[in-house]
T-cell receptor
Framework: NAGVTQTPKFRILKIGQSMTLQCTQDMNHNYMYWYRQDPGMGLKLIYYSVGAGITDKGEVPNGYNVSRSTTEDFPLRLELAAPSQTSVYFC??????????????FGPGTRLLVL | TQLLEQSPQFLSIQEGENLTVYCNSSSVFSSLQWYRQEPGEGPVLLVTVVTGGEVKKLKRLTFQFGDARKDSSLHITAAQPGDTGLYLCAGDNFNKFYFGSGTKLNVKP
């Protein structure tokens, strides 16, 4: 199992450009999440999905969009990039079950710089 | 917004010392997780606590969930340089996770 993979690893965008951050998991997990982490800070939830075709907003959804057409893929779309979106983006997945047995698996992250 | 506050923000100690990291909130969570994150990598789950008052031990790490399920602590005994990293707590509110801002721990040999 590759786990959770994210592409690209690093990207520089100009203000106003758009891009899609890719996230794929091969563990057949129903739940998938997108977080952003600003330098020296914790993670903030952008969007999440509890299964194919179902998505919902997290804490900081403005400026982002998601889709979940398959169990494996959960792409994050940035429209009209702004410097405030400079951050490290993490994708995560988990399988629902007993809380004490659940593990949220994180990808390696995508570093995005908007200039 | 459900705010999770962690303290201290930074901690620099000598190898062999003990330390405690706190995670506090005004909100009740169904469970609380602790993660450790190393530079350039995603967080890795250390433990999940579910029951108020629960204490879990993972080798030299002891995790406690407050009776009211609003706060938690992480205690490390005899810290080692390998414990260096960013420690994050996260509260689960109906499958949405809210993270604290983290405690950056540096253990000097």
């Amino acid at each position: 199992n590759a786990g959770v993979t994210q592409t690209p690893k690093f990207r520089i965008l100009k203000i106003g450009q758009s891009m899609t951050l890719q996230c794929t998991q091969d563990m057949n997990h129903n739940y998938m999440y997108w977080y952003r982490q600003d330098p020296g800070m914790g993670l903030k939830l952008i969007y999440y999905s509890v299964g194919a075709g179902i998505t919902d907003k997290g804490e900081v959804p403005n400026g982002y969009n998601v889709s979940r057409s398959t169990t494996e893929d959960f792409p994050l779309r940035l429209e009209l990039a702004a410097p405030s979106q400079t951050s490290v983006y993490f994708c995560a997945s988990r399988a629902p079950g007993l809380a004490e047995q659940e593990t949220q698996y994180f990808g390696p992250g995508t570093r995005l710089l908007v200039l | 917004t459900q705010l999770l506050e962690q303290s201290p923000q930074f901690l620099s100690i000598q190898e062999g010392e003990n330390l405690t990291v706190y995670c506090n909130s005004s909100s009740v969570f169904s469970s609380l997780q602790w993660y450790r994150q190393e530079p350039g990598e995603g967080p890795v789950l250390l433990v999940t606590v579910v029951t108020g008052g629960e204490v879990k031990k993972l080798k030299r790490l002891t995790f406690q969930f407050g009776d009211a399920r609003k706060d938690s602590s992480l205690h490390i005994t005899a810290a080692q340089p390998g414990d260096t990293g960013l420690y994050l707590c996260a509260g689960d509110n109906f499958n949405k996770f809210y993270f604290g801002s983290g405690t950056k721990l540096n253990v000097k040999p």
